[in-house]
């Protein structure tokens, strides 16, 4: 496509329920990345790809968070039995080549735990 | 500390006024720098990369002080269209690739 997509735009969960970030990078970018960012702060780095592999998921917060990309496409984020301090939006950006000032982000998710 | 760190404002400014902010980093091995431009519910989208030389995109300059840590934004005879939160970037090895590092933002409002 021509744009990063993500989907659902928005995503309403009661607190205990799993939810599946969708991500669509563009076409051929071996590089991708997931952000979290939080009401009045910037995006905070949570993991990345390289193709399929997940080279860094340093940023993941805890056991809940869950991240995959099978074919070095698109990729999920899970959240496993959310909480409300999940609340945010999460960010996906991909690169042809992992070169910082490629990267073009997606739309995001906007996740809130009830 | 945090590893980007920018004053948040609001900076509120009056219509063809001139504006400037900084913003600090904590890691001396980041290697590239960057302002990205972030409109409400909206995406980050680039705004400029940011060189030790300085560099100018028309009505934007931008400026990096290595020894001192600091990245600046200048933004000249401001426009309406200008209000939006500007994020400070740097990047930092995440996977062998160059991860992006963001601040808070500076919230910009441009008032008629």
């Given at each position: 496509g021509a744009g990063v997509s993500q989907s659902p735009r928005y995503k309403v969960a009661k607190r205990g329920q799993d939810v599946a970030l969708r991500c669509d990078p563009i076409s051929g970018h071996v590089s991708l990345f997931w952000y979290?960012?939080?009401l009045g702060q910037g995006p905070e780095f949570l993991t990345y790809f390289q193709n399929e592999a997940q080279l860094d998921k340093s940023g993941l917060p805890s056991?809940?968070?869950?991240?995959?990309?099978?074919?070095?496409?698109?990729s999920t984020l899970k959240i496993q039995r959310t909480q409300q301090e999940d609340s945010a939006v999460y960010l996906c950006a991909s690169s042809r080549t992992g070169e910082n000032y490629g990267y073009t982000f997606g739309s995001g998710t906007r996740l809130t735990v009830v | 500390?945090?590893?980007?760190?920018?004053?948040p404002g609001p900076f509120n400014?009056?219509?063809?006024?001139?504006?400037?902010?900084?913003?600090t980093y904590s890691n001396s091995a980041s290697q590239s720098f960057f302002w990205?431009?972030?409109?409400?519910?909206?995406?980050?989208?680039?705004l400029m990369s940011v060189y030790s030389?300085?560099?100018e995109d028309g009505r934007f300059t931008a400026q990096l002080n290595r020894a001192s840590q600091y990245i600046s934004l200048l933004i000249r005879d401001s426009k309406l269209s200008d209000s939006a939160t500007?994020?400070?970037?740097?990047?930092?090895?995440?996977?062998g690739a160059d991860g992006l590092t963001f601040g808070k933002g500076t919230h910009l409002?441009?008032?008629?």
């Open positions: 979290q960012q939080a056991d809940r968070f869950f991240a995959e990309r099978p074919e070095g496409s698109v | 500390r945090k590893e980007v760190e920018q004053d400014v009056p219509e063809g006024a001139t504006v400037a902010f900084n913003c990205y431009r972030q409109d409400c519910r909206k995406e980050p989208k680039l030389s300085g560099n500007y994020l400070c970037v740097v990047t930092a090895e995440r996977g409002i441009i008032q008629p």
